[in-house]
T-cell receptor
Framework: AQSVTQLDSQVPVFEEAPVELRCNYSSSVSVYLFWYVQYPNQGLQLLLKYLSGSTLVESINGFEAEFNKSQTSFHLRKPSVHISDTAEYFCAVSGRSSYKLIFGSGTRLLVRP | DAMVIQNPRYQVTQFGKPVTLSCSQTLNHNVMYWYQQKSSQAPKLLFHYYDKDFNNEADTPDNFQSRRPNTSFCFLDIRSPGLGDAAMYLC????????????FGQGTRLTVV
Protein backbone atom coordinates (compact mmCIF):
# COMPACT_ATOMS: atom_id res chain seq x y z
CA ALA A 1 0.00 0.00 0.00
CA GLN A 2 1.05 3.55 -0.62
CA SER A 3 0.57 6.76 1.34
CA VAL A 4 1.42 10.41 0.80
CA THR A 5 2.19 13.10 3.34
CA GLN A 6 2.04 16.80 2.60
CA LEU A 7 3.26 18.43 5.76
CA ASP A 8 2.15 21.97 4.98
CA SER A 9 -1.57 22.64 4.76
CA GLN A 10 -1.03 26.23 3.66
CA VAL A 11 1.96 28.11 2.31
CA PRO A 12 1.69 31.91 2.07
CA VAL A 13 4.30 33.61 -0.09
CA PHE A 14 4.81 36.98 -1.74
CA GLU A 15 4.66 37.34 -5.49
CA GLU A 16 7.99 36.71 -7.26
CA ALA A 17 9.38 34.84 -4.24
CA PRO A 18 10.52 31.21 -4.51
CA VAL A 19 8.39 28.44 -3.06
CA GLU A 20 8.74 24.77 -2.14
CA LEU A 21 5.79 22.50 -1.42
CA ARG A 22 6.83 19.35 0.37
CA CYS A 23 5.69 15.82 -0.38
CA ASN A 24 6.85 12.55 1.14
CA TYR A 25 5.55 9.14 0.21
CA SER A 26 5.61 5.64 1.58
CA SER A 27 5.49 2.50 -0.53
CA SER A 28 6.75 -1.06 -0.50
CA VAL A 29 6.86 -1.16 -4.31
CA SER A 30 8.15 1.08 -7.07
CA VAL A 31 5.90 4.03 -7.72
CA TYR A 32 4.94 6.76 -10.09
CA LEU A 33 4.62 10.25 -8.60
CA PHE A 34 2.41 13.15 -9.62
CA TRP A 35 1.59 16.72 -8.71
CA TYR A 36 -1.91 17.97 -9.48
CA VAL A 37 -3.23 21.53 -9.15
CA GLN A 38 -6.80 22.44 -8.29
CA TYR A 39 -8.25 25.93 -8.74
CA PRO A 40 -11.38 26.88 -6.76
CA ASN A 41 -14.45 24.86 -7.74
CA GLN A 42 -12.53 23.07 -10.48
CA GLY A 43 -11.31 19.56 -11.08
CA LEU A 44 -7.67 18.53 -10.79
CA GLN A 45 -5.14 19.19 -13.53
CA LEU A 46 -1.88 17.33 -13.90
CA LEU A 47 1.08 19.62 -13.28
CA LEU A 48 3.94 17.16 -13.70
CA LYS A 49 4.83 13.52 -13.18
CA TYR A 50 7.78 11.27 -12.52
CA LEU A 51 7.70 7.89 -14.19
CA SER A 52 11.36 6.96 -14.65
CA GLY A 53 14.63 8.37 -15.92
CA SER A 54 15.72 11.86 -14.92
CA THR A 55 14.77 12.59 -11.34
CA LEU A 56 14.08 16.25 -12.12
CA VAL A 57 10.82 16.89 -13.96
CA GLU A 58 9.46 20.22 -15.13
CA SER A 59 6.09 21.69 -16.04
CA ILE A 60 5.37 24.20 -18.78
CA ASN A 61 4.59 26.97 -16.30
CA GLY A 62 7.87 26.97 -14.41
CA PHE A 63 7.29 24.39 -11.68
CA GLU A 64 9.72 21.56 -11.14
CA ALA A 65 9.88 18.57 -8.83
CA GLU A 66 12.71 16.24 -7.91
CA PHE A 67 12.29 12.58 -7.09
CA ASN A 68 14.54 11.60 -4.20
CA LYS A 69 14.34 7.86 -3.61
CA SER A 70 16.54 7.80 -0.52
CA GLN A 71 14.40 10.43 1.19
CA THR A 72 11.15 9.19 -0.39
CA SER A 73 10.32 12.74 -1.38
CA PHE A 74 8.93 14.54 -4.41
CA HIS A 75 9.00 18.23 -3.46
CA LEU A 76 7.56 20.84 -5.81
CA ARG A 77 9.44 24.08 -6.41
CA LYS A 78 9.11 27.28 -8.36
CA PRO A 79 11.79 29.99 -8.35
CA SER A 80 9.35 32.90 -8.76
CA VAL A 81 5.60 32.60 -8.15
CA HIS A 82 2.76 34.62 -9.64
CA ILE A 83 -0.60 35.60 -8.22
CA SER A 84 -2.17 33.17 -10.68
CA ASP A 85 -0.35 30.26 -8.99
CA THR A 86 -2.70 30.58 -6.02
CA ALA A 87 -4.39 27.18 -5.83
CA GLU A 88 -4.46 23.86 -4.00
CA TYR A 89 -1.64 21.49 -4.89
CA PHE A 90 -1.94 17.73 -4.42
CA CYS A 91 0.87 15.24 -4.48
CA ALA A 92 -0.17 11.74 -5.55
CA VAL A 93 1.41 8.31 -5.85
CA SER A 94 0.50 5.24 -7.83
CA GLY A 95 1.97 1.78 -7.58
CA ARG A 96 3.39 0.68 -10.90
CA SER A 97 0.81 -2.03 -11.39
CA SER A 98 -2.03 -0.24 -9.67
CA TYR A 99 -5.03 1.68 -10.96
CA LYS A 100 -5.22 3.81 -7.87
CA LEU A 101 -3.97 7.32 -7.36
CA ILE A 102 -3.41 7.99 -3.67
CA PHE A 103 -3.51 11.68 -2.87
CA GLY A 104 -1.94 13.69 -0.10
CA SER A 105 -4.10 16.07 1.89
CA GLY A 106 -3.08 19.02 -0.24
CA THR A 107 -1.21 22.29 0.24
CA ARG A 108 -2.91 25.60 -0.36
CA LEU A 109 -0.46 28.00 -2.01
CA LEU A 110 -1.48 31.59 -1.33
CA VAL A 111 0.46 34.15 -3.33
CA ARG A 112 0.20 37.70 -2.05
CA PRO A 113 1.05 40.89 -3.97
CA ASP B 1 -12.28 21.01 -25.82
CA ALA B 2 -13.80 19.44 -22.74
CA MET B 3 -12.64 15.84 -22.45
CA VAL B 4 -14.25 14.74 -19.19
CA ILE B 5 -17.61 16.35 -18.63
CA GLN B 6 -19.58 16.17 -15.43
CA ASN B 7 -23.21 17.13 -15.10
CA PRO B 8 -24.52 18.96 -13.31
CA ARG B 9 -21.82 21.24 -11.85
CA TYR B 10 -23.96 21.88 -8.80
CA GLN B 11 -26.62 19.54 -7.41
CA VAL B 12 -28.91 20.12 -4.46
CA THR B 13 -30.82 17.13 -3.17
CA GLN B 14 -33.00 16.39 -0.21
CA PHE B 15 -31.93 14.18 2.63
CA GLY B 16 -32.77 10.60 1.68
CA LYS B 17 -33.77 11.37 -1.91
CA PRO B 18 -31.85 9.34 -4.51
CA VAL B 19 -29.57 11.35 -6.75
CA THR B 20 -27.51 10.52 -9.83
CA LEU B 21 -24.40 12.30 -11.02
CA SER B 22 -23.15 11.78 -14.54
CA CYS B 23 -19.80 11.76 -16.26
CA SER B 24 -18.94 11.45 -19.92
CA GLN B 25 -15.60 11.30 -21.71
CA THR B 26 -14.43 11.85 -25.26
CA LEU B 27 -11.02 10.25 -24.71
CA ASN B 28 -12.06 6.63 -25.21
CA HIS B 29 -10.17 5.72 -22.05
CA ASN B 30 -10.51 2.29 -20.50
CA VAL B 31 -10.53 3.38 -16.88
CA MET B 32 -13.06 5.65 -15.20
CA TYR B 33 -12.93 6.69 -11.57
CA TRP B 34 -15.21 8.36 -9.05
CA TYR B 35 -13.63 10.33 -6.23
CA GLN B 36 -15.27 12.05 -3.28
CA GLN B 37 -13.60 15.23 -2.05
CA LYS B 38 -14.77 16.90 1.13
CA SER B 39 -13.77 20.41 2.01
CA SER B 40 -10.02 20.86 2.50
CA GLN B 41 -9.41 17.11 2.15
CA ALA B 42 -7.73 14.86 -0.36
CA PRO B 43 -9.87 13.23 -3.03
CA LYS B 44 -10.89 9.76 -1.87
CA LEU B 45 -11.40 6.99 -4.40
CA LEU B 46 -14.87 5.45 -4.22
CA PHE B 47 -14.63 2.97 -7.10
CA HIS B 48 -13.35 2.57 -10.61
CA TYR B 49 -14.10 0.69 -13.81
CA TYR B 50 -11.59 -0.98 -16.05
CA ASP B 51 -13.75 -1.40 -19.14
CA LYS B 52 -16.80 -3.12 -17.67
CA ASP B 53 -15.02 -4.53 -14.64
CA PHE B 54 -16.22 -2.74 -11.52
CA ASN B 55 -13.86 -2.30 -8.58
CA ASN B 56 -15.27 -1.06 -5.31
CA GLU B 57 -13.01 0.33 -2.60
CA ALA B 58 -13.36 -1.60 0.65
CA ASP B 59 -14.50 1.43 2.63
CA THR B 60 -17.00 2.81 0.13
CA PRO B 61 -20.46 2.80 1.75
CA ASP B 62 -23.18 0.63 0.21
CA ASN B 63 -25.17 3.81 -0.27
CA PHE B 64 -22.94 4.57 -3.26
CA GLN B 65 -23.41 2.67 -6.51
CA SER B 66 -22.12 3.12 -10.02
CA ARG B 67 -23.06 2.22 -13.56
CA ARG B 68 -21.05 2.27 -16.77
CA PRO B 69 -23.40 1.50 -19.67
CA ASN B 70 -20.70 2.11 -22.30
CA THR B 71 -17.14 3.38 -22.66
CA SER B 72 -18.16 7.03 -22.71
CA PHE B 73 -20.52 7.29 -19.77
CA CYS B 74 -20.35 6.56 -16.07
CA PHE B 75 -22.90 7.35 -13.37
CA LEU B 76 -22.70 7.72 -9.62
CA ASP B 77 -25.90 6.86 -7.77
CA ILE B 78 -26.38 7.82 -4.16
CA ARG B 79 -29.36 5.84 -2.95
CA SER B 80 -30.16 7.74 0.24
CA PRO B 81 -28.00 10.83 0.61
CA GLY B 82 -27.16 11.93 4.12
CA LEU B 83 -25.78 15.25 5.28
CA GLY B 84 -22.33 13.65 5.45
CA ASP B 85 -22.42 12.95 1.72
CA ALA B 86 -22.23 16.61 0.84
CA ALA B 87 -18.99 16.95 -1.09
CA MET B 88 -17.39 17.55 -4.46
CA TYR B 89 -17.59 14.44 -6.61
CA LEU B 90 -14.85 14.10 -9.18
CA CYS B 91 -14.89 11.85 -12.20
CA UNK B 92 -11.59 10.95 -13.84
CA UNK B 93 -10.37 8.77 -16.68
CA UNK B 94 -7.09 7.20 -17.64
CA UNK B 95 -6.00 5.15 -20.62
CA UNK B 96 -4.73 2.30 -18.49
CA UNK B 97 -3.14 1.61 -15.16
CA UNK B 98 -0.17 3.08 -13.36
CA UNK B 99 1.85 5.52 -15.37
CA UNK B 100 -0.82 7.17 -17.47
CA UNK B 101 -2.21 10.57 -16.64
CA UNK B 102 -5.62 10.77 -15.01
CA UNK B 103 -7.88 13.40 -16.60
CA PHE B 104 -10.40 14.96 -14.25
CA GLY B 105 -13.74 16.57 -14.89
CA GLN B 106 -14.65 19.85 -13.22
CA GLY B 107 -16.60 18.07 -10.54
CA THR B 108 -20.14 18.14 -9.22
CA ARG B 109 -20.69 19.86 -5.93
CA LEU B 110 -23.43 18.06 -4.06
CA THR B 111 -25.41 19.79 -1.35
CA VAL B 112 -27.80 17.80 0.84
CA VAL B 113 -30.61 19.73 2.52
Amino acid sequence: AQSVTQLDSQVPVFEEAPVELRCNYSSSVSVYLFWYVQYPNQGLQLLLKYLSGSTLVESINGFEAEFNKSQTSFHLRKPSVHISDTAEYFCAVSGRSSYKLIFGSGTRLLVRP
Amino acid sequence: DAMVIQNPRYQVTQFGKPVTLSCSQTLNHNVMYWYQQKSSQAPKLLFHYYDKDFNNEADTPDNFQSRRPNTSFCFLDIRSPGLGDAAMYLCATSRSRGNTEAFFGQGTRLTVV
